[in-house]
Nanobody, 121 residues
């Protein structure tokens, strides 16, 4: 059974930093694009950052220069380093993987359970 397990959320003051991690567990053969989305209070879910299997990256304009996405293909994991956090970064952050190939099947549009990030003084 494939699971996306997230960690690293919490409460931080403006200007602070947090690091989110997401590990894909199971009998994994291949993972394509990995990313992070977020949904703030009363807002639609939005893309934060994506990293391809070849480590190409895309960032939302609102986080460029502050957030860094990275992945470890050997560990089937993706991380999001968030610096210079602002109150408007407050949201539930979700790990997303668009395609996971296991030993027996291919799974599409896979989501983690979400982790809360709150930026407040």
């Amino acid at each position: 059974q494939v699971q996306l397990v997230e960690s690293g959320g919490g409460l931080v003051r403006p200007g602070g930093s947090l690091r989110l991690s997401c590990t894909v567990s199971g009998s994994i053969r291949d993972i394509k694009n990995m990313g992070w989305y977020r949904q703030g209070p009363g807002k639609e879910r939005e893309l934060v950052a994506v990293i391809t299997s070849n480590h190409g990256t895309i960032y939302a304009d609102s986080v460029k220069g502050r957030f860094t996405i990275s992945r470890d293909n050997a560990k089937n994991s993706v991380s999001l380093q968030m610096n210079s956090l602002k109150p408007e970064d407050t949201a539930v952050y979700y790990c997303h993987v668009d395609r996971i190939a296991t030993m027996w099947e291919e799974l599409y549009d896979n989501w983690g359970q979400g982790t809360q990030v709150t930026v407040s003084s």
